[in-house]
């Protein structure tokens, strides 16, 4: 189902076809000035992947059942402009960083907006679809990592109701530069 906000941009899930749609609106968040404290990897390393990367990655998000799922704003001639993804993280498992995820959790990942469309309300808009969705599926908190140089971002988690939980990740291409988690417990 899709939902507008006052802008008349649709906030859906993207379906799995939508690949060269998923690697564009990638490719241009990897552009942003800000992208080497948003983003794990570089935009030299994503213009070269194959276009098997791009369809996975939108089968992934674009599944019922796969526990990822990506949300997109898009504008009435279709235009993405902003995404966020969620993925599901099993209790008993272990994180990327190495941690044991003690509880079902979100972890919200891929969060980009592009800049025109900041300050709008619609980064509000694809949360709220992203974190309905991840409690539909019943976690118990959804969490996220932000770089401690990113004020921005944290100004909007924060907004949103996410606190930081006082784990830090160090960041591997940066030494003496960390990641922030933040979580948003069920209400
Ligand atoms: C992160 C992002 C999605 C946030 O969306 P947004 O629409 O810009 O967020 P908003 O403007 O609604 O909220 C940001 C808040 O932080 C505040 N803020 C901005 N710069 C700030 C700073 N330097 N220090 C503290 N707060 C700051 C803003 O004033 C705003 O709060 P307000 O609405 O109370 O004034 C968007 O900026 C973006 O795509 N950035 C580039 C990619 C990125 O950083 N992704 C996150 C990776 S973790």
Known sequence: M??????????????????????????????????????????????????????????????????????????SDGQWVGTVTVLVEEAGTTDWAGFPVERRQGHVVGVYVRPEHRGSGLTKALFDAALEWAWGVGVERVRLIVHEGNKRAQGFYRKAGFVPTGVTVPVAQAPGEKELEFVLEKG
């Open 2 to 75: 899709d939902s507008l906000t006052s802008d008349d941009v649709a906030i859906r899930p993207i379906r799995a076809e939508e690949w060269q749609a998923v690697k564009e609106l990638r490719l241009a968040a990897l552009r942003d000035p800000l992208a080497h404290l948003a983003f794990l990897d570089t935009y030299e390393e994503a213009v070269e992947r194959s276009d098997g990367f791009w369809q996975d990655r939108a089968a992934g998000g674009g599944a019922e059942d796969s526990g990822v799922r990506q949300f997109i704003a898009e504008e």
